[in-house]
């Protein structure tokens, strides 16, 4: 019998919709008899409690302490390593975000395992776990095992169907913080950007721009279909080095990685760095007044014309069919 532990995510007293998919990855990577433990880091977790104990898991770890309200690496990487003392997992699951993508590494020297990030696929091959990821900015995939354990996978969001809440009560034990002797780096503030109602990278829909933006206030015909659609407004690195957007927006190799169910990308060429972030969408809309530009190679549906006339077409289209 083996234990996977899921490293929990949540913000707001929410756990994030990565998590649900880590565990969904935790029960592909584990045989029948397997144990399922989630590591749950932060401060005032009361309110996640009763959530995660409706998680089909054998334990819950919670470890809260003040030092712990923001994500630090240097201190979620020692209440984490306390929480794998306790747990002795054979296998860790990350979300692929901006936290697990910190956390992952520093936990894999840390405990001295092996890690393959980015993982879009589990399966179980004649009783051994394969992972898949994309490389070569998605042009391919590669599928990999691991030699030897504990091991560390992050997950890429939006791709492992998450697991539906139980009634499979939990064990909940607190881990109590050993507090570092001193921490090389203190988060002072966190300045939130309010702008997307939407977190990025669990949209299922996101409208995303490029230079053909031409401006910050070409933006908001996006945004106003984004939000029309219940999505998040993505950008190109060149919309985001001309001052159009905030580079918290930019997709792609050097940005963040979606995999919505429907990507449109507005006045976005197609380079192979932007394409890294997004080619695993599901459905792609190019808008585009080039008929050559390279992202129609990888488009579904594909409109050449000026975005600033499709866009606001497409929003009064789907407001007639959306009420
Ligand atoms: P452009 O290539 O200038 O394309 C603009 C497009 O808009 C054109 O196709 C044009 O036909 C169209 N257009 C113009 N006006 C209109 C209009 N009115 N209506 C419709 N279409 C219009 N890029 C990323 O996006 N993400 C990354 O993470 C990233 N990382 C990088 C890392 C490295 C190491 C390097 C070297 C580059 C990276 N880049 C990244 C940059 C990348 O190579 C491209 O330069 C960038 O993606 C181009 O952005 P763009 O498509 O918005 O601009």
Redesign the pocket.
């Known amino acids: 019998m083996s234990k996977i532990l899921v490293v929990a995510e949540h913000r707001d007293g929410v756990l994030r919709q990565v998590t649900y998919e880590a565990i969904q990855a935790a029960t592909l990577s584990s045989a029948e008899n397997d144990q399922l433990h989630v590591a749950v880091i932060g401060h005032q977790l009361e309110s996640l409690t009763e959530s995660l104990s409706r998680i089909d898991a054998e334990k819950v770890y919670l470890t809260d302490h003040p030092d712990l309200q923001q994500y630090n690496p240097e201190a979620y990487a020692t209440a984490l390593k306390q929480v794998i003392d306790a747990s002795n997992p054979d296998g860790i699951i990350f979300g692929h975000t901006a936290i697990g993508r910190d956390l992952a590494p520093i936990i894999s020297a840390k405990i001295d395992a092996g890690q393959i990030s980015d993982v879009t696929n589990i399966e179980n091959v004649d009783d051994q776990v394969v992972f898949t990821r994309p490389i070569y900015a998605g042009k391919a995939f590669e599928k990999k095992v691991f030699q030897s354990s504990p091991w560390v996978v992050t997950i890429r969001p939006n791709n492992i169907s998450a697991a539906d809440p139980s009634d499979g009560k939990a064990e909940v034990e607190n881990i109590e913080y050993a507090k570092p002797a001193s921490l090389r780096t203190v988060i002072q503030d966190v300045v939130r950007n309010t702008s997307g109602k939407v977190d990025l990278s669990e949209a299922k829909i996101v409208v995303s ?6 401006s910050a206030d070409g933006f908001k015909p996006l945004q106003e279909l984004a939000d029309l659609l219940g999505g998040a407004v993505g ?7 001309a001052d159009y957007c905030d580079y918290s927006l ?6 963040k990685v979606v995999t919505p169910e429907v990507y449109i990308a ?9 394409v ?2 997004m080619s695993q969408s599901k459905i792609i809309v190019a ?4 008929p050559e ?3 129609f190679k990888i488009a579904d549906y594909g409109i050449v ?4 006339e ?1 866009v606001p077409l497409l929003t009064e289209e789907f407001k007639k069919v959306l009420g």
């Not at 930019?250 to 940005?255: A, E, K, P, R, V």
């Open positions: 721009g490029g230079r053909g933006v031409k950008a190109s690195r060149g919309a985001c080095d930019q997709i792609g190799q050097t940005g507005c006045g976005i060429s197609g380079a192979i760095q932007h890294a972030g808008i585009n007044k080039d530009a390279p992202i014309g000026d975005l600033f499709v």
